[in-house]
Structure formats: structure tokens, C-alpha cells
């Protein structure tokens, strides 16, 4: 979106268009929302495949294993949804090797993980800070790391009107809030957010996101923060012990749906609308969460049992190969850090897993070589 994304200079338009320019209003922070009827069935629907996520987090004995995956998989989704064409396999490799072909898709990327990293940790950690308008600015300033955010306020809420679509706010999609009043609506959202207001947590996430849209409290990067606002508050309230409820598939897979239903709570008061779909993604989202976690389960347990078996395993071999699924791609001098070993048993446990088809070599180089577990990254990236 950024690319569509502007920021109004009054001098640039004519009075006509300062004129015609009328920024939306807000919807409130507490919409008056009843979830009965068909509502009540998204809902439940919703939560029971909340529960099967949960369960399904729980099946494996680590688990950084699904972490690595889902977070990348969410950061690189998120990320392409503004465009970003930073792949799994691009992030991963650059993170073994240090070294990559597009260094600003793949920092994009980087900063999100890392922007979520902090602020589970923050949310963890009693001395830091809440979930809050100052923690968001915190990951904002995380995500906006770099070349392509410096001139995107990284960390501040913005002090200028922008807008969605459009060459300018005239004939923009969406115009929202003038920048005076972010302020104060984040604070509004942030207390009923933390109220003991008695909707079902799930729908009140879901409220959350799009007032947090709606407000559009940055220059860049909402939807992505706004996308992890929901993760975060679903760990938070206890739904998941894992941040393992990741949104931006099942909004990518209806991305049309996701942008007029965010409008038509401002323009039409659709609550009901809106929640009815977020309600849906959400269960789209964990059963597919569901469904990967089993298959990296699967995956996993399979490659193991032909390790063991083979005549020339070695414990090397076993314990790389259980390093792999938060380590998909690796270098033989990677291999001996993560293990702490010497050189020869590492080559040694690479060259196994090699010939059992678990890492492929990526480079066709003699030197300097590069593994993937391949299957690993194709289930991430087809499910
Ligand atoms: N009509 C709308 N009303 C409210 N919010 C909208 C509307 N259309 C899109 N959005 C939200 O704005 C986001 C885009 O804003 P912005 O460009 O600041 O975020 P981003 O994270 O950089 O991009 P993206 O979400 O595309 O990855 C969309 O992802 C969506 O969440």
C-alpha cells in the first residue's frame, strides 16, 4: 500500500481540493455490537479451531520450531501484501549466510520479525512495557529500520494527513483522521482494549484492528502493525500461549473483502459485517496454522526415523537435523556453531543429511556452500 500511500502538504493542492478534502470520521473505540445469531456461530467456529491451534503448538517438543517458521511465513506475507518480494528462502539464506540479493525486501522482513520479537518480550517481561500506544511505536521503529523507512516518522505517530489510494486526498480511497486527533483516539482504544468490556476476546481483536486502520496513527506500515496488534492481543488474553495466530494469508487470500469491509464500518457502521469476516479469517487463519503445524510435525518425525536408521548416523547428524526446522538453511562452518562441534563430524552430519535428500545444496558451487531443507521451506511457502 505505501506506494499509494501519501502524505498531504497543503501548498501542493488547490483550495478547491484542501476544500473537498473531508477526513473520515472515526467509529467509536466501544461499538454497540451483540454477538448472537450467525455471529455467535462465526464465533464459536472461531475459537474452537483457536483451540485446535493451541493444541497443535503443543504437539512438538520445541517450540521455536513452529515459531521460526510461522513468524517468517507471517513477516514475509505481511510484507507482501506492501509489496515486498523478499521470499522464506531469501530471508532464511540471509540469515545463514549474512548475505542476500535483495537487501532491503529481506531487512523489511528482518525488522518485522524483530518488531514482534520485542514486543512479545516487552508484553513478557514485568518491568517492560504494556500493550500500548508506546509499545507499537517501539515496533514501529523497529520496522521502519533502515533505507526505505527513515522518512517514514519510524517510531512517532504522524504529524501530517495521509491517505489510501489516490493521488491525493481528494480522490483518495480512504482519508483518515487528521493527525490532531490520532493522539487521543489511540489513547481511547488503548483503555477499552485493556477495559472489562464483556465481548468475547476474539471479536474485541477484531474491533481493535480495524479502529487501529481506521485511525492510521503512521506514515507506513499500519496494516502490518495493525495485523500484529491482533496477534499480540490473542497471546495476550491467553487465547494462545504462542503467537501462532497469524492473519495476513487469509486477508491476502480476500484482500478485496479485507479493504471494503474495514471501510464499511466507517462509512456504513458495519460491525456486524466486518466481524463476521475478520471472525472467519480468524478460523481460515489457526486451521491453516493447524494443518502446517501438523505437517512440519509429520515432516520432522519422518526425517528423523530415516536418520536414525541410517548405518552412518551420527549423533551430529540427529541433532543438526533437529535444529533445522529454526534453521532451514545452513553452511557447514553454521553447522559446527549450532552444534559447537569441530569441522570434520559437522561436514560430516551435513554430507548425511545431504544424501538422504533432507538438505539440498543450493549454490552448484565447490566452495563456500549453502544447504536448504528443502521440503521444510516448500511447506511453508505452498500452505
Ligand atoms: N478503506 C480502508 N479503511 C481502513 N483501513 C484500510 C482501508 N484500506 C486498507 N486499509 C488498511 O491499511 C493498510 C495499509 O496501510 P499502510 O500502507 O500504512 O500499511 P502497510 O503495512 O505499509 O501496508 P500493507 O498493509 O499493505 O502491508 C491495509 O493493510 C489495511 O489494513
Known amino acids: 500500500m505505501t506506494r499509494e500511500t501519501g502524505t498531504y502538504r497543503a501548498s501542493t493542492y488547490h483550495d478547491e481540493t484542501v476544500k473537498a478534502f473531508v477526513p473520515h470520521p472515526l467509529p467509536p473505540a466501544n461499538p454497540p455490537l451483540t454477538v448472537e445469531g450467525d455471529l455467535a ?8 479451531a483457536i483451540s485446535r491451534l493451541r493444541v497443535a503448538g503443543a504437539m512438538v517438543p520445541d517450540p521455536g520450531w513452529f515459531l521460526y517458521g510461522f513468524v517468517r511465513k507471517e513477516a514475509v506475507l505481511s510484507s507482501q501484501i ?42 513478557i517481561d514485568p518491568a517492560g512495557l504494556p500493550l500500548s500506544t508506546r509499545l507499537l511505536c517501539d515496533v514501529h521503529r523497529i520496522l521502519m529500520r533502515g533505507v526505505r523507512g527513515a522518512d517514514k516518522l519510524p517510531g512517532e505517530i ?8 489516490g493521488s491525493r486526498p481528494g480522490n ?3 482519508v483518515p483522521p487528521p493527525h490532531e486527533e490520532v493522539a487521543p483516539a489511540l489513547a481511547a482504544l488503548e483503555k477499552w482494549v485493556h477495559s472489562d468490556d ?3 476476546p476474539l471479536v474485541k481483536a477484531g474491533l481493535a484492528h480495524v479502529q487501529f486502520e481506521t485511525i492510521h496513527p503512521f506514515l507506513d506500515g499500519n496494516g502490518r502493525i495493525g495485523r500484529m496488534l491482533v496477534t499480540l492481543l490473542v497471546e495476550h488474553w491467553g487465547l494462545l500461549d504462542q503467537p501462532l495466530l ?10 478485496q473483502a479485507y479493504y471494503t ?55 551430529a547428524a540427529v541433532q543438526l537435523l533437529d535444529r533445522l526446522p529454526s534453521t532451514p538453511v545452513l553452511t557447514v562452518p553454521k553447522a559446527r556453531e549450532l552444534l559447537g562441534i569441530t569441522a570434520p563430524p ?32 516448500e511447506l511453508l511457502t505452498e500452505s
Do not use: M
Open 172 to 174: 483518495a480511497r480512504f
Open 41 to 48: 456461530e462465526r464465533h464459536a467456529a472461531a475459537a474452537e
Open 261 to 315: 469491509h474495514l471501510a464499511a464500518v466507517r462509512t456504513e457502521g458495519d460491525w456486524e459485517g466486518w466481524t463476521a469476516f475478520f471472525l472467519d479469517c480468524v478460523a481460515d487463519a489457526a486451521n491453516d496454522g493447524v494443518r502446517i503445524a501438523q505437517a512440519i510435525h509429520e515432516l520432522t518425525h519422518r526425517d528423523r526415523e530415516r536418520v536414525v536408521r541410517h548405518d552412518r548416523a551420527t549423533i
Open 198 to 200: 464483556p465481548l468475547p
Open 346 to 377: 559437522a561436514r560430516k552430519a551435513v554430507d548425511l543429511l545431504e544424501q538422504l535428500g533432507v538438505l539440498r545444496e543450493t549454490t552448484g558451487k565447490q566452495r563456500d556452500r549453502v544447504y536448504a531443507y528443502h521440503a521444510y521451506l
Open 82 to 123: 506492501e509489496g515486498t518480494q523478499a521470499t522464506l528462502r531469501d530471508v532464511a539464506t540471509f540469515e545463514a549466510t549474512s548475505s542476500t540479493d535483495r537487501p532491503d525486501d529481506v531487512e523489511e522482513v528482518c525488522n518485522y520479525v524483530d518488531g514482534l520479537r520485542h514486543a512479545r518480550s516487552a508484553i
Open 246 to 255: 497469524y492473519l495476513s494469508v487469509a486477508f491476502k487470500r480476500r484482500q
Open 158 to 165: 504522524r504529524r501530517s494527513q495521509n491517505w489510501i489510494g
